[in-house]
């Protein structure tokens, strides 16, 4: 894929009148749940548009309008005289740059991620900005849109609502939900608090004494594996939900459910001994979960995550409703009365005074025996229209990383549902074969 990098500027936030402009000496303290997730700053999904489409002008206008509303990605990351982690909010502003390929896009965007569309996203080296966006322009008049940011700033729901903010900016309307940005606030630990699960080993773990590992800890070569595209429609959901359901007073969903499918198949392919035991870490969006709800519109991290693990020998052997109810009775475990212990645990100043460290981290190839699952079927992707309609096509960025599945809504707009799955090349003929079956 042949990219020219034409231009990189820094885009600030412009705000409707210059006198009333807040203050830039301002900042804001990371959450306790900015501070337990992923501390990277990466690629997110890429977006691919039809022509005509808007000029790069008009869209880098609509972002320094929405800027002035999400004023976190302008700003820095730091620390106050405390120590304590911050964003700064000083309008530095965010990496904006324009590309063209003299390709048309039709013959280069592949169907599923790999390694060459790293070359739609700006650079990550020496990165400072907290946001990035690259705008490239393909021969044949399509635009692609691509984001890197940093995992403290905003979670997944948060950045949809964004890029969905973005949007309406650019096409001179007014944001429907203006982000609610409270997060060095809103959550408070109770008095008496009251810490109810372990979270230090769940959430954090000693950084002298790492979760032990196993003999699947290899290194491997990016050559090695492969990001496998999985299309499930909607007539074989349903024929999952039917039989993974039967005999339960209410059907599994549509993501337990294609989750409990893909963990049985990729265990079988993977090859794996009866007697290990399997996990999957599910990101668990806590907006809904807590009591009182805490807006959709919040803008800032609020996940934790559920475990749910089996035998293999189990997993594979017992029907899908095993799967599916290990999956929904794990995540219905991470409720109001976890996140509030959550948010007293981490309150309490435990994880300083025992050198405490996040367990979201991404330092493995390898994630084999388990996996790791990000869901985007609720997120606002698909409302990024910069006025000439909604992405035609839209995927995650190249993780190189075995066992880190993502699950998101079909770009062809029908209820089906897409799965990213990267894969070993020696699993991949085995994957294929029990993928579509529905033993």
């Known amino acids: 894929m042949n990219i020219t990098i034409e231009s990189s500027k820094l885009v600030k936030p412009t705000y409707n009148n210059g006198n009333n402009a807040p203050s830039t000496n301002h900042h804001v303290r990371l959450s306790v749940f900015d501070k337990v997730t992923f501390n990277i700053h990466d690629g997110a999904a890429i977006h691919a548009f039809n022509p005509p489409t808007r000029c790069n002008s008009d869209i880098e206008k609509g972002l320094s309008k929405v800027l002035s509303e999400y004023r976190e990605w302008a700003g820095r990351l730091g620390e106050d005289e405390e120590g304590n982690s911050i964003i700064f909010l000083n309008d530095q502003g965010v990496r904006f740059v324009e590309a063209v390929s003299e390709s048309k896009l039709r013959n280069v965007l592949p169907s599923k991620p790999t390694k060459e569309i790293q070359s739609l996203y700006p650079s990550l080296d020496g990165v400072q900005e907290l946001l990035q966006v690259q705008l490239t322009r393909f021969a044949c008049g399509s635009l692609v849109v691509a984001i890197t940011f940093h995992h403290q700033i905003a979670d997944g729901q948060a950045t949809g609502n964004f890029l969905a903010a973005w949007g309406l900016a650019t096409r001179g309307l007014p944001i429907d939900s203006t982000p609610l940005c409270t997060r060095s606030t809103l959550f408070q630990p109770r008095d008496p608090p009251l810490i109810q699960y372990d979270h230090q080993k769940i959430e954090y773990m000693n950084k002298m004494y790492p979760k032990h590992t196993t003999n699947s800890d290899h290194e491997s070569n990016e050559e090695e594996i492969v990001i496998q595209k999985v299309h499930f429609t909607n007539e074989f959901i349903n024929k999952l939900r039917a039989n993974a359901s039967t005999g339960v007073p209410k059907h599994f969903s549509r993501f337990e459910v294609i989750l409990a499918h893909l963990w049985r198949v990729i265990t079988k392919a993977r090859g794996l001994h009866n007697h290990e035991t399997t996990?999957?870490?599910?990101?668990?969006?806590?907006?809904?979960?807590?009591?009182?709800?805490?807006?959709?519109?919040?803008f800032g991290n609020l996940v934790l995550w559920a475990f749910p693990r089996s035998k293999v020998k189990d997993l594979i052997n017992r029907p899908l409703r095993y799967a599916a109810e290990l999956i929904h009775d794990e995540v219905a475990k991470v409720n109001d009365m976890y996140f509030k212990s959550f948010i007293d645990f981490a309150s309490s100043g435990i994880i300083k005074k025992e050198g405490l460290v996040s367990t979201a981290v991404m330092n493995k190839k390898i994630l084999s025996p388990d996996l790791e699952v990000d869901s985007w079927l609720t997120f606002r992707y698909f409302d990024m229209d910069f006025g000439s309609g909604s992405p035609y096509y839209f995927m995650p960025t190249y993780y190189a990383t075995e066992g880190m599945l993502f699950i998101l809504p079909s770009y062809l707009g029908d209820g089906s549902i897409d799965a990213f799955v990267p894969l070993?090349?020696?699993?991949?003929?085995?994957?294929?074969?029990c993928c579509y079956s529905l033993d």
């Open 279 to 298: 996990q999957i870490r599910i990101s668990v969006n806590g907006r809904r979960r807590m009591d009182p709800k805490v807006p959709n519109e919040y």
């Open 424 to 433: 070993l090349n020696d699993n991949l003929d085995t994957f294929n074969m």
